[in-house]
């Protein structure tokens, strides 16, 4: 297909899949069935006709009311039908043609299926993401029947492309001034495997391999959140993160491994502290929903792990490095936190 016919398809099916973003923000936080009853006008009470119902279309066509009652739809439902299939064109462009070229000034390669399916891989975790930011934004909760459903698919994909994908390490290329116990550069979905070198048990392009990447990704994003969170609780003597973060980040460690999802957890800071800055600006003191801040910081990760990656390289598979650091970390964190503490209340 040509590229402009994989760019339409990308649309379409991101406007499909915004409005059904729509409907689990509506429904999954209060436990109620996606599919029954079906869409409602919820002044009348009367059932949506499927024509009305057409994402994107429908709500222009209709002058962003509802038919009947003439009630204004709300925008939100049609910015997130059409931010998703924007994202799903940009992905597709950022994986199929961006990412492309870099690889091909590197000398590397990457066939238009492996492209497709990698951008969809990303399209799916991008969709979880979204799902779980909305709930959180509006309800300051992340159900678990987003996470764990998003867990299992996540592990699913990852154990169906395991690393590098088929035909990608003869193209690869070494990690530029790093020692040989760094994996290859290779374009996959994967950026790196569970660990390098490979054991002999876990031979490359293997399911055992893309399940052990994923399991390993879903254990380390779910344990940082919950260590983080224990330690916070500890020196401060609050609570400072949800459960519902931690599953998060298990979602996301389930697609992508666990060496981004840890450094998404880091680059996750700088989007957490802008929208502390506009919620303190433009809302005063509210409790600060931290998802947002997880989904996006896991996404700029994803998409610019060529860049991030190769400098964190080392202290990903060097375990002496890798324990001293953890160590650190926590103890700094633990510290912060008790000093947070004997602060008191930052109005006080």
Known sequence: MPLLGWFVVAFVVGAWVGALINRCVERLPYERSLWWPGARCPVTFQPIRWYDQIPILSYLFLGGRYRVSQSPIPLARFAVELGTALAFVGLLFWVGVYE?????????????????WIAAHYAVLFSFLLTASLCDLREMEIPLTITVPGTLVGLILSTLAPWPLPGSL????????????????????????????????????????????GLAGALAGMLILRVVAFLFKIGRGIEGLGIGDADLMM?????????????????AVGPALLFAIVQAVSQGERPLPFGPALALGSMLTVLFWGVLGPR????????????????????????????????????E
């Not at 990903?316 to 602060?343: E, H, M, N």
């Open 170 to 213: 003869s193209a690869s290329r070494p990690v530029p001034g790093v020692p040989d116990i760094i994996p290859p550069l290779t374009g996959s979905l994967h950026p790196w495997p569970v660990w390098y070198p490979l054991p002999t048990w876990l031979p490359p392009e293997s399911w055992q391999l893309g399940l052990a990447t």
């Open 100 to 116: 492309r070229e870099q690889m091909a000034r590197m000398r590397m390669g990457r066939s238009d299926l492996a492209s497709v």
């Open 251 to 267: 979602m996301v460690g389930a697609f992508v491994g666990w060496q981004p999802v840890v450094l998404a957890f880091f680059v």
């Open 312 to 347: 964190f390289a080392l202290l990903f598979f060097d375990p002496l490095v890798l324990g001293v650091l953890g160590g650190a970390g926590a103890v700094i964190l633990l510290v912060a936190a008790f000093v947070l503490r004997l602060r008191g209340p930052l109005h």
